[in-house]
């Protein structure tokens, strides 16, 4: 049974950078592909990005391209989300969740969310 | 950018009664491409069904999916108290991968 812990609830000033991570349990990061999804207050799911298990790419949403850097440490089976000039509408929970891609795609594992909030 | 659309916005209904969630796409979606997923208060959102119609592992046989092409159906048969939540569509067939706005199912 895979298990993602994520790291704790973070505070920011607009303009800064927040890095949350994301640990696997029951496997290795390596045999899976991880990706991240946003859930600001009240508001619904968004997709960042994540790894490309068909290009072997990580693959981002345009929205973020240039402000969010996805990365993997299979030393510790963590991966790493990396936001950067940080906006009071980042504020919001970010989930990281892995994907299954064979003849279907979903989401099957899910971290339990960080919330990262951005204030000045 | 694929739009998915979910209707209703909220549902009223009592336990023991059927709910019947409807997505629709801006574009055709693959059904293998097209998944459900069920979120609490507080929680991160649990998948219930991938491909459009296939119930993934310890989901109950009352959740049920259909459809395809841009028309996509959730149904729950008979609402136990644990189903009262916010349910999401999701599609993968082209980037970026967007999600419904969900539609909430409350007691009435």
């Known amino acids: 049974q895979v298990q993602l812990v994520q790291s704790g609830a973070e505070v920011k000033k607009p303009g800064a950078s927040v890095k949350v991570s994301c640990k696997v349990s029951?496997?290795?990061?390596?045999?899976?592909?991880m990706h991240w999804v946003r859930q600001a207050p009240g508001k619904g799911l968004e997709w960042m990005g994540g790894?490309?298990?068909?290009?072997?790419?990580?693959i981002y949403a345009q929205k973020f391209q240039g402000r969010v850097t996805m990365t993997e440490d299979s030393s510790t089976d963590t991966a790493y989300m990396e936001l950067s000039s940080l906006r009071s509408e980042d504020t919001a929970v970010y989930y990281c969740?892995?994907?299954?891609?064979?003849?279907?795609?979903?989401?099957?594992?899910w971290g339990q969310g960080t919330l990262v909030t951005v204030s000045s | 950018e694929i739009v998915l659309t979910q209707s209703p916005g909220t549902l009223s209904l009592s336990p023991g009664e059927r709910a019947t969630l409807s997505c629709r796409a801006s574009?055709?979606?693959?059904?293998?491409?097209l998944a459900w997923y069920q979120q609490k208060p507080g929680q991160a959102p649990r998948l219930l069904i991938y491909?459009?119609?296939s119930r993934a592992t310890g989901i109950p046989d009352r959740f049920s999916g259909s459809g395809s092409g841009t028309d996509f159906t959730l149904t729950i048969s008979r609402l136990e108290p644990e189903d009262f939540a916010v349910y999401y569509c999701?599609?993968?067939?082209?980037?970026?991968?967007?999600f419904g706005q969900g539609t909430k199912v409350e007691i009435k």
């Open positions: 969740a892995t994907l299954r891609s064979a003849i279907f795609y979903y989401f099957d594992y």
């Open positions: 029951g496997n290795t990061l390596t045999e899976l592909s």
């Open positions: 790894y490309d298990p068909e290009d072997g790419e990580i």
């Open positions: 574009q055709s979606v693959s059904s293998s491409y």
């Open positions: 491909g459009a119609s």
């Open positions: 999701q599609q993968f067939g082209s980037s970026p991968w967007t």
